[in-house]
C-alpha cells in the first residue's frame, strides 16, 4: 500500500491496529493460563474480554468509514508478544513470571496508547467524528488498564518476585 495521504495513513493505522489487537486477544488468553496472583489473573482475563470489543469498535470504524477490513501485520505487537513469549518459555519463579507478565503487558499497553492517539488525531483531522469517538474509548481503556497493572505492580507482585529472588538467593549459598 502506498501512503500517500493521510486517508491512506489512517487506514494503515486501522489495519495495522485491528491485527495487534487480535495478536493481543491470543496472547492474553495464552498467558493468563501461566499467571498465579489471583488479581493479575482477573485483570487479564477482564482485559481480554475488553479486548474482544475493541476488536468490535474496530469493525464498526471500518464498516463506518468504508475502509477495507483487513489485517495488516502488526511487527510492533508481534515483536513485543515474541518477547513475552521467551519470558513464558523460561525458567522461572511463578512470583518472577507474573512481574515479568505485568512488564510485558504494559509494553503492550503503552504500543496501543500510542497507535490509537495516532489513529484520533488523523480521524480527527479527516473529519471521521464516530470514528474519532470510538478510538478515544478504547484508548481511554488501555490507559486505565496500563494504570492498574502498574497499581498491582506496586501493590504486591513485584514485591513477591523480590522476596522470591531473596529466597532463592538463600537456597543456593
Known amino acids: 500500500m502506498k501512503l500517500q495521504s493521510l486517508a491512506d495513513l489512517f487506514q494503515h493505522e486501522l489495519q495495522d491496529i485491528y491485527d495487534a489487537e487480535y495478536r493481543i486477544a491470543r496472547?492474553?488468553?495464552?498467558?493468563?493460563?501461566?499467571?498465579?496472583?489471583?488479581?493479575?489473573?482477573?485483570?487479564?482475563?477482564?482485559?481480554?474480554e475488553e479486548t474482544e470489543t475493541q476488536i468490535e469498535r474496530l469493525e464498526q470504524i471500518f464498516e463506518s468509514t468504508g475502509i477495507t477490513r483487513k489485517r495488516k501485520v502488526c511487527k510492533g505487537i508481534q515483536g513485543i508478544l515474541e518477547e513475552a513469549e521467551e519470558v513464558l518459555a523460561s525458567d522461572s519463579t511463578p512470583e518472577a513470571l507474573d512481574a515479568a507478565m505485568i512488564a510485558g503487558m504494559q509494553r503492550v499497553e503503552h504500543y496501543e496508547i500510542a497507535a490509537y492517539g495516532c489513529a484520533i488525531s488523523y480521524a480527527k483531522m479527516l473529519g471521521e467524528k464516530d470514528a474519532e469517538k470510538l478510538l478515544?474509548?478504547?484508548r481511554d481503556e488501555e490507559e486505565k488498564t496500563d494504570k492498574k497493572l502498574t497499581k498491582l505492580a506496586e501493590q504486591g507482585i513485584n514485591e513477591k518476585a523480590l522476596i522470591s529472588d531473596d529466597q532463592h538467593m538463600q537456597v543456593a549459598m
Open 136 to 138: 478515544k474509548k478504547t
Open 27 to 48: 496472547a492474553l488468553e495464552k498467558s493468563a493460563k501461566h499467571i498465579t496472583d489471583p488479581k493479575l489473573k482477573k485483570a487479564a482475563e477482564a482485559h481480554l
